[in-house]
């Protein structure tokens, strides 16, 4: 069992754009390796150098939990290395308009959780943290509520969805999903010798 | 009584175990394959926790991603390579897993080995570290990518925790005009749903158009479903598919193949089958199609003027000027007439022997323009020899290309095969994003080979139909 996580709260760093894929958030170079360790600091290296102003270049935004996009975001290729370069950057859940699927199932599997936000909240929040960064972001995945307050009190509450399924497996600490499928053995042999291929077409 | 499940369901309820806490259904991965890119780590989580792989029978190995097509002489130049290329030697090694290397004349791109060496069947739950996994849906297959994390639990268990999907027929009836491809297929159709329009659900791909295609241009469509947010997308197994099977050394062979084309063809959805979307497009309004941008959806017909940014919501203009700054284009400026430097022929989506062939035929008796670099990169070692059995090798070489090994090459630029600078490569390839050719500046123009062929000799985007 790995730990539950029901809430995360931190400082958060504001990258609203739609259709980010995950050959941005790490290119492709970098996949030529056989750990993870080390991704961290090429998340969005291409970005980085051609947009001096992007958000992971700036002094205030290091130290982010809490990552704020857009529309899709994730989408491509479904290298784990774009999450594991997040999260290893220090990015411990998402809040977006939407995901892409795989990249979706990939932060369930690291216990990263990725929520979903509003447009207009999403707005808000990025006007939020981008005139204080010091702003503290908090994701409250059992109410599904996110709560954002700026140093100088100027706050932001909104509601946040996420699927039942992740929601389940996150908040029980059941998301490492190795060890549930393990224990199915005997469900799977009993399920094997129904499938036609692997009985030779005879059942 | 008459089923009317559609062919994604009835695989899906086959395959699924148990019913898991989380409301995930514990299914069984009937074929599982895997690559030097997204495996290492996956091996490692097995060893750390002192796993076996469940059934190293059903899971087949073979290189790509790094693979340099020029030379395959190992050790690799670049040592990061030759360090991938020797982790899943050892790994095959150690856990009894087949693996097609550089020495097996089987080697190729992934999802172009599945299908040529008759692994990959209908009525099969096919899984791989490689969103391109979908293309194996061509088959009536539900077949999708997974990350590393899964590649273990798949290794481990032969299972993965998964939601189902809903299902969203996509039909297009008609004909194809002249110059209208598979590749053309798909491009319009992400351009009409989007980019996102797919998530959630699986697409199959169903109409006359779809009916009438080889098993080669199945799977260039069901290859690009992921470009559309579908993490699969498939099409019913009929005779075409039985007869494409037929006699390769992995599909059953005798009367168990009799038995094997019964079931298969059982599967497919029948006329009462349910599905939680339809959309129809007609096929006669496809035209040979272009991607301007930087995500798959951002594409005009070869005959049009890129579009304005007021004609977008609101909501998408951002990302609409981010792609006119990044590709350097202007808006309501044709497409026709683009001048490209590098022309790429090759890729899970369009790496195949047909592919090849009509790209050859545009090819042939022409040359490659003053100042393009054009590369041929066959999918599979395979491909490659039946290739230079048909003398296709000659026809690009003497036109100019540079004809190459088989692997992923330039479609994302792992191996030493990049784009320079801000290069503008017309590509048969599958992702336009930025920098996914190499070159953190580089552009992409995504298009069928045949498009790419005409590119290659004329040296800017060209409507293939006017070289006929
Ligand atoms: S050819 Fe391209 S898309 Fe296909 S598996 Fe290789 S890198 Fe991925």
């Given at each position: 069992m790995v730990q539950a996580i029901t809430q995360v709260t931190g400082s958060a760093v504001p990258l609203l754009l739609d259709d980010i894929d995950t050959d941005r958030i790490i290119p492709a170079r970098f996949l030529r390796c056989v750990t993870f360790d080390g991704l961290g600091e090429h998340a969005f290296e291409d970005d980085r150098i051609q947009d001096p102003a992007h958000p992971f270049n700036q002094a205030q935004f290091q130290g982010g939990k809490i990552l704020v996009a857009g529309r899709n975001f994730g989408c491509g290729s479904s290298r784990e290395h774009a999450p594991q370069a997040l999260m290893r950057w220090g990015i411990q859940a998402i809040i977006a308009e939407s995901y892409a699927e795989i990249f979706f199932g990939n932060c369930v599997s690291l216990g990263i959780p990725c929520v979903r936000a509003s447009r207009a909240n999403l707005e808000a929040l990025t006007k939020l943290i981008s005139a204080d960064p010091r702003t503290s972001v908090a994701i409250d995945l059992l109410a599904q509520t996110l709560t954002a307050q700026s140093e100088s009190g100027q706050q932001v509450k909104a509601t946040v969805e996420i699927p039942p399924g992740a929601k389940q497996s996150l908040t029980t600490g059941g998301w490492d999903f190795l060890g549930q499928l393990l224990d199915g053995e005997p469900k799977v042999r009993a399920q094997v010798a129904r499938i036609p291929y692997l009985q030779k077409f005879a059942v | 009584m008459t089923d009317s499940r559609n062919l994604f369901n009835k695989v899906w309820d086959l395959h699924a175990c148990q019913t898991l806490p989380s409301g995930q259904d514990q299914l069984f991965i009937g074929l599982h394959l895997i690559h030097e890119v997204t495996s290492p780590q996956a091996f490692a989580i097995l060893r750390e926790r002192n796993l076996k792989v469940a059934y190293p029978e059903r899971t087949v190995a073979t290189v790509d991603h790094i693979v340099p097509t020029q030379s395959t002489a190992r050790p690799f130049v670049d040592l990061l390579a030759e360090e991938m290329m020797s982790a899943i030697e050892k790994n095959c090694r150690d856990f009894g897993i087949r693996l097609?290397?550089?020495?097996?004349?089987?080697?190729?791109?992934?999802?172009?080995?599945?299908?040529?060496?008759g692994l990959t069947l209908p009525g099969m739950t096919i899984a791989c570290g490689d969103s391109h996994t979908s293309t194996h849906g061509a088959f009536g297959s539900i077949a999708f990518g997974i990350g590393t994390s899964q590649v273990a639990d798949v290794l481990a268990t032969q299972t993965l925790a998964l939601a189902r999907p809903k299902v969203r027929k996509v039909e297009v009836t008609g004909q194809l005009k002249p110059g209208v491809y598979a590749k053309d297929v798909i491009?319009?159709?992400?351009?009409?749903?989007?980019?996102?329009?797919?998530?959630?659900?699986?697409?199959?791909?169903?109409?006359?158009?779809?009916?009438?295609m080889s098993m080669e241009e199945r799977m260039t469509v069901c290859n690009m479903s992921i470009e559309g947010g579908a993490r699969c997308g498939y099409i019913n197994p009929d005779q075409t598919t039985v007869d494409y099977?037929?006699?390769?050394?992995?599909?059953?062979?005798?009367?168990?193949?009799?038995?094997?084309?019964?079931?298969?063809?059982?599967?497919?959805?029948?006329q009462e089958a349910q599905f939680d979307d339809v959309v129809v497009f007609k096929a006669e309004e496809i035209e040979p199609t272009v991607t301007w941008g930087i995500t798959p959806a951002q594409s005009v017909g070869?005959?049009?003027?890129?579009?304005?940014?007021?004609?977008?919501?609101?909501?998408?203009?951002?990302?609409?000027?981010?792609?006119?700054?990044?590709?350097?284009?202007?808006?309501?400026q044709p497409i026709q007439g683009l001048k490209i430097n590098v022309a790429f022929i090759g890729s899970c989506t369009n790496g195949r022997i047909s592919d090849l062939r009509e790209a050859a035929r545009i090819v042939k008796g022409r040359h490659v323009a003053a100042g393009v670099k054009a590369l041929v990169v066959p999918g599979s070692q395979l491909v490659r020899k039946q290739a230079m059995e048909e003398g296709l090798d000659k026809i690009f070489e003497e036109a100019g290309f540079e004809w190459r090994g088989a692997g992923c090459s330039m479609c994302l630029a792992m191996n030493p095969d990049?784009?320079?600078?801000?290069?503008?490569?017309?590509?048969?390839?599958?992702?336009?994003?930025?920098?996914?050719?190499?070159?953190?500046?580089?552009?992409?123009?995504?298009m069928s080979p045949a498009m790419v062929a005409a590119a290659a000799v004329t040296g800017a985007v060209t409507d293939v139909r006017e070289l006929e």
């Open positions: - | 097609f290397d550089l020495v097996d004349n089987r080697q190729g791109v992934v999802h172009i080995v599945g299908p040529e060496q491009l319009h159709i992400i351009r009409k749903l989007g980019v996102q329009g797919g998530v959630g659900y699986a697409y199959e791909y169903a109409g006359d158009v779809f009916d009438r099977i037929k006699g390769r050394p992995f599909a059953p062979q005798g009367e168990e193949f009799e038995r094997a084309a019964k079931w298969w063809l059982s599967l497919a959805s029948g070869v005959k049009e003027t890129l579009p304005t940014i007021a004609s977008f919501p609101a909501d998408d203009q951002k990302v609409i000027s981010e792609a006119f700054q990044y590709m350097d284009l202007k808006e309501g990049k784009l320079q600078g801000n290069e503008v490569c017309a590509s048969s390839s599958n992702r336009n994003f930025k920098g996914r050719q190499g070159s953190p500046t580089g552009r992409t123009l995504l």
